[in-house]
């Protein structure tokens, strides 16, 4: 009796009973995150910060983004991306990992942790989008005004880099020029629309023509073969 109980007692201790067995933790599949904090980390932070204070790009946590991109334009970057750009669309029906609830989190978390929509007081900041064509020939004449102090006075390189190097030019899209004419990139020393000329800030109109200019000097991209396996 006393074998038979021991080899009972050995069973139970080495296998366990089943209702004493630890749950093995269920895997989270990616289109099933919902932490605001894991998604912009995996997805945003590379290029916007870690902060969304910017890092190779617009500063999308800054108060002075928020106040000119509505959550419209934000989700709709988010979704599709920038073609032409280094920004790739996001929303799995543009062919990104991200489905319409993670973007809203996305949307939603940007606003709700770094929108300061009183922080301007009477300072009014250009649209983000332009309400009509720009004039590249006075564009050319803000930029001297505004800009040339640091990017050089064909905007080739002073204490900044050349901001019509052909190409910088053809990885950014006019709208993201335009965003960066109005809030700067912090991270860069790059000043907001209010700070490249104390006390005087640029108008909607000045943004719209240095855009313009910037734009006409982007030159076309064309790829020709010279010989077989090489391109010029």
């Given at each position: 009796?006393?074998?038979g109980?021991?080899?009972?007692?050995?069973?139970?201790?080495s296998?366990?009973?089943?209702d004493?067995?630890?749950?093995?933790p269920?895997?989270?599949?990616?289109?099933?995150?919902t932490?605001?904090?894991?998604?912009?980390?995996?997805?945003?932070s590379?290029?916007h910060?870690?902060?969304?204070?910017?890092?190779?790009?617009?500063?999308?946590?800054?108060?002075?983004?928020l106040?000119?991109?509505?959550?419209?334009?934000?989700?709709?970057?988010?979704?599709?991306?920038?073609?032409g750009?280094?920004?790739?669309?996001?929303?799995?029906?543009?062919?990104?990992?991200?489905?319409?609830?993670q973007?809203?989190?996305?949307?939603?978390?940007?606003?709700?942790?770094w929108a300061?929509?009183?922080?301007?007081?009477?300072?009014?900041?250009?649209?983000y989008?332009?309400?009509?064509?720009?004039?590249p020939?006075?564009?050319?004449n803000?930029?001297?005004?505004?800009?040339?102090?640091?990017?050089?006075?064909?905007?080739?390189?002073?204490?900044?880099?050349?901001?019509?190097?052909?190409?910088y030019?053809?990885?950014v899209?006019d709208?993201?020029?335009?965003?960066?004419t109005i809030v700067?990139?912090?991270?860069?020393g790059?000043?907001?629309?209010?700070?490249n000329?104390?006390?005087?800030?640029?108008?909607e109109?000045?943004?719209?023509?240095?855009?313009?200019?910037?734009?006409?000097?982007?030159?076309p991209l064309?790829?020709?073969?010279?010989?077989?396996?090489?391109?010029?």
């Open positions: 009796m006393k074998y109980a021991l080899i009972l007692l050995v069973a139970l201790t296998c366990g009973s089943p004493r067995r630890v749950a093995e269920r895997v989270v599949r990616p289109s099933e995150v932490d605001f904090g894991v998604l912009y980390r995996q997805n945003c590379g290029c910060g870690v902060d969304g204070q910017g890092s190779l790009t617009v500063a999308i946590g800054n108060p002075e983004y106040a000119i991109a509505d959550s419209a334009a934000i989700r709709r970057v988010i979704e599709g991306g920038r073609p750009t280094a920004m790739p669309a996001f929303a799995q029906s543009a062919g990104g990992l991200l489905t319409e609830a973007i809203d989190i996305l949307v939603r978390g940007i606003r709700e942790r300061r929509p009183a922080a301007f007081g009477s300072d009014k900041p250009p649209a989008a332009a309400s009509q064509p720009g004039d020939a006075r564009g050319q803000v930029f001297t005004t505004y800009c040339s102090s640091c990017h050089g006075a064909e905007g080739r390189g002073g204490r900044a880099g050349s901001i019509v190097d052909s190409s030019l053809a990885l899209s709208q993201h020029l335009r965003t960066v700067g990139i912090p991270a860069l790059a000043p907001d629309w209010r700070g000329v104390p006390g005087k800030p640029m108008s109109a000045d943004v719209t023509d240095v855009v313009a200019w910037l734009a006409a000097e982007r030159q064309s790829v020709k073969l010279n010989r077989p396996g090489g391109l010029e």
